[in-house]
């Protein structure tokens, strides 16, 4: 079972940028990525899915600020967001899921690998 590592968050005043990055224990090639948050007293959320061909999904809301990407060769997954807002403070966390071909919906009960997250705080 691969474990997944969450670093890059921090606190960011709005309007900056911040790359979060998702390391894998293993071997990233045969998973489904996406990447989750979560606000206190919120719901999870997802933000975004890249499949083993690096075809992206993204929730509409976060289209244009937010970009997934993998580098398979490093085992690494990140996250880049843009323009940060302060409604983007949040725990951030990464999550994988094998890829058997079909389509992922963006929501956590299709997730059965989680990392422990890495906190964003945005300020105005």
């Known amino acids: 079972q ?3 590592v969450e670093s890059g968050g921090g606190s960011v005043q709005a309007g900056g940028s911040l790359r979060l990055s998702c390391a894998a224990s293993g071997s990233t090639n045969s998973l489904c990525m996406a990447w989750f948050r979560q606000a206190p007293g919120k ?3 997802g933000l975004a899915q890249i499949d083993t061909d690096g ?3 993204y929730a509409a809301p976060m289209e244009g600020r937010f970009t997934i ?3 398979n060769g490093m085992n690494t997954i990140y996250l880049q967001i843009n323009d940060l807002k302060p409604e983007d403070t949040a725990m951030y966390y990464c999550a ?3 890829d058997y071909g079909g389509t992922l919906d963006l929501v956590e009960y299709e997730y059965h690998t989680w ?3 890495t906190r964003v705080t945005v300020s105005s």
Request: hydrophobic content about 15%; glycine content about 12%; proline content about 0%.
């Open 2 to 4: 691969v474990q997944l």
């Open 43 to 45: 719901d999870r959320e």
């Open 55 to 57: 075809n992206t999904n």
């Open 69 to 71: 990407s993998r580098d």
């Open 96 to 98: 994988a899921e094998e």
């Open 115 to 117: 990392g422990q997250g």
